[in-house]
């Protein structure tokens, strides 16, 4: 054997022995980093799921039946139930509860664990009864309708409604006697039995307040509308037109009278300044002290008159003032419109014979 050759068989085993060793100090560390990483995610985990928000108040969850395991997750962490939104989903998917979570009215309360939350969606659901309010009626029917519902807030409903104005868009240039009329949004609404009259007009009004979006407002602030015109005029498109197709030119024929400082005229004020619905008006009633009587005072009534839908609200939005002065209902309900009076007199008396 030469030198080289020595050196050769020399050199060989150290080579193996040093990349063993090598390898071995890798795979400690990558098996101790596995382990800390675990180590963290399972002290992570108990600090979400275990450690309590420092909240200790009680508060009503209303969850959509279209609501997502995320939308419920984020709003129980957003009122202070839980501490962590991605732990409660993560909680729900492995014991396979996601799916589990059910709409309704849930009272709970704050400062949970992620594990009580989850038990308490699936066993704090109260008691509720699904409302429908419909499109243009007022405080005094919606409370009528909570009456007949059972909901143990019907009772002083209107008078709460008479004082109850959250924002400062349901205020207009003079008092109203109800400051939520129109405010308190038609739609259908699972009320728990034991809400209070305050706890329903805050679900209601809320509705209304999502319901006029940032681009809703932007309209109707380029139309020189604040948000009390733009409810007080759909809620009066509302209870003139009974079909769709008529709400956009109602609001037309009424944006034309503002404009040229006509009065409005409108049947719909008088039957609410009368307080209850007549079939049909006389001259007399043309003539009662209200402030709510748009055929001797000109300009928009104090406020709105019932509760609009968005159609209608959408309505005021998309009309501008037109060539047509009048409106008169035929006995299907559906309008027709005419410029000028003597072509009104005449559709009239076509309708409904000689006045």
Known sequence: MDDNEKKDSDQGPKDIFTEDHHWGAKRICRVGGVILLCFLCILGIYFYAMDRVDLHGEVTLQVPKNATGR????????????????????????????????????????????????????????????????????????????????????????????????????????AVPIKAEGFLYADTYDIPREFDAKQICDLMYKRTDTVLTPEIRKQAEAKKLTLHDLMTLASMVEREARFKEDQVPIASVMLKRLEIGMPLQIDATIQYALGSQKEELTIADTKIDSPYNTYIHNGLPPGPIGAPGLDAIEAVLAAEPGEYLYYVAQADGHHVFTKSYEEHQAETESIYGQQ
């Open 71 to 174: 939308d419920i997750a984020d709003e129980l962490e957003r009122k202070g139930v839980i501490r962590s939104s991605t732990i409660f989903r993560i909680y729900a998917r492995i014991l396979g509860n996601e799916k589990d979570l059910q709409s309704g009215t849930y009272h709970l309360k704050q400062g949970q664990t992620v594990m009580q939350a989850l038990k308490e969606m699936h066993t704090g659901r109260t008691e509720s009864v699904m409302v429908t309010v419909p499109e243009g009626y007022t405080v005094r029917q919606i409370a009528e309708i909570l009456k007949k519902s059972g909901i143990a807030g019907a009772d002083n409903f209107e008078e709460t409604a008479a004082s109850y104005g959250p924002l400062k868009f349901q205020y207009g240039p003079v």
